[in-house]
Each structure stands twice: as structure tokens, then as C-alpha cells.
């Protein structure tokens, strides 16, 4: 297995990359950050977005996928979300290396509360909840960032 502790690790000849599918959130974000993180200027080789992609041997459907390769030593690295990274039996197993906030593509997570739920009170409450400065403490101890200014007032009109 080859080593890898820092992102311009992955970049190395014989490393072995798995990322998720493209066609899904986690794999779009992965490559591009990967392209990020090659675009020139920005501190790594020209050609370094071409040379990780090249030690790419895997592609998952899914995060758990990326994960389960990775924790049973398959493969020499992957690129998840931190906060896949951060569960315990993943995190007592792997280094994680954090992505650049310039580099690392921002995912979002709409709630909601359904207009027909069978609970929309307590949906409405849990939703106020996560909003609220001990939500957002929690939300933000595994991983989660805040709302941006103006999600909050976002609304869409959807059934269950």
C-alpha cells in the first residue's frame, strides 16, 4: 500500500483512489474538488487534477461504498464527507485529510416540514430546533455547517 498524508499525496504514482460515481452528490463534490485543487495558482502542479484522476480505481454508487473500501485497507485512500469521516468505527481506522475551504464544494441539505405530515407540529419543532443556536451546536459537532443567510426563509411548496 502507498502512503497518504496530505492531498498532494494523491497525486502520487501506484496511489490507490476510490471516489463515488458522478452521477451522485458525493462523487460530483469529489472531483470537483479534485479540479479545484489542480486549477492553476492555487498551490499544486498544473497537472495535478489529471494525475489523481489517473490513480482513480474505483468508482462507488454510494458513500458507503467509498468508506468500506477504504476502513478495510482496499484501497490507499477516498474522498468522503467529513462527516462520514468522523463516525467512530470509520474514524478509530483512517487519517482523515480535510479538503481546503477554497477547494471543497459546499452540499446542502434542505428540511422541511411536509404539508401533509402526519405530525407537522412536531415536524415544525424539530425543524425550530436545528435552527436554534444548541441545534446549530449539535449540527456543527458532527460535521454540519449553519444555514446560510437566506436558506432559512426559503420555501417550497411539497407533498408527501
Known sequence: RTTVRSLEDLANPGVKLVVALPAVPAGKYALEAIQRLGNAGNGFPSDYSQRVRANV???????????????????????????????????????????????????????????DAAEPDLAGAFVEFLRSPEGRLILRGHGFGAPKPGDEKRRADVGG
Open 57 to 115: 480505481v474505483s468508482q462507488e454508487p454510494n458513500v458507503r461504498g467509498v468508506v468500506q473500501k477504504v476502513v478495510l485497507n482496499e484501497v490507499d485512500a477516498g474522498v468522503v464527507y467529513q462527516t462520514d469521516a468522523r463516525v467512530e468505527h470509520v474514524a478509530s481506522k483512517v487519517a482523515a485529510i480535510q479538503i481546503p475551504d477554497w477547494a471543497n464544494p459546499s452540499a446542502s441539505y434542505p428540511i422541511g416540514v411536509l404539508r
